[in-house]
């Protein structure tokens, strides 16, 4: 199985925008490849019974999925999952999440599975998003929000996935809060922190977030 894993520095930092984006730049290239959110809440008052994040991915998708493939697990309330599916009467299995989208990976070239939340939010009672990612043993994106604390938050994750075993292929800044101060320096001391690990990009404020808008900012080339 070919493909990525995007995480975060935080929850709402940017990952299904990098994902997306991701989906865009490799199709372009001529690689059928597909966004995975396996896990997603959120979705209470959509008609389609969608998080915003799985609507995002299937209406910008090349390859059609069924949302059931795209998002494993989707629960109504915008809270952590193994909260949310505690009061849905139900269990994340980790077996089921993986058995799915090693199925649907057999279908394109790549897939890019996002998670949920950040790097250690629980699924259930025992396992994390970080145990999802060590059992696909995919390579690591991490998606760094610009803002006061990210330096630290950034470090943190990055120290964690390399704790795993896991390589991180590379990270990408998203600069979501305008208002951030000094942000060359921050960006500047996260490269340095990042060691090993490359600047896919920078992704810009957009008025209009698109993964066509997003693909211009990274670059697949900087992979390793």
């Not at 910008?60 to 949310?84: G, M, Q, R």
């Not at 996935?161 to 590379?170: D, N, P, S, T, V």
Request: charged share 20%; net charge neutral; with cysteine.
């Amino acid at each position: 199985m070919k493909g990525y894993f995007i995480t975060g520095t935080d929850t709402d930092v940017g990952k299904t925008v990098v994902t997306a984006g991701l989906v865009e730049a490799f199709n372009k290239r001529g690689t059928p490849t597909v966004g995975l959110k396996p896990v997603a809440t959120g979705s209470e008052g959509n008609k389609k019974g969608m998080s915003p994040d799985t609507e995002f991915l299937m209406k910008n998708a090349k390859v059609e999925l069924p949302k059931e493939e795209v998002t494993i697990y989707s629960f109504a309330p915008p809270v952590s999952p193994h909260i949310a599916a505690v009061h849905a009467d139900a269990r994340i299995e980790m077996e089921k999440l993986v058995t799915s989208i090693k199925k649907t990976a057999k279908k394109v070239d790549m897939v890019i599975v996002e998670g949920v939340g950040g790097w250690l939010v629980p699924l259930n009672e025992s396992e994390t998003v970080a145990d999802l990612a060590v059992a696909l043993q995919l390579p690591v994106i991490v998606v760094v929000s610009i803002k006061l604390g990210c330096i630290n938050h950034a470090a943190l994750t990055m120290d964690a996935i390399r704790g795993r075993g896991l390589k991180i292929a590379g990270w990408v800044a998203n600069l979501r809060h305008v208002d951030t101060p000094n942000v060359p320096d921050v960006i500047n001391t996260l490269v340095q922190n990042a060691a090993d690990a490359p600047m896919l990009g920078i992704i810009p404020p957009m008025r209009s977030v698109t993964p066509v808008a997003a693909a211009r900012h990274i670059n697949l080339d900087l992979l390793v």
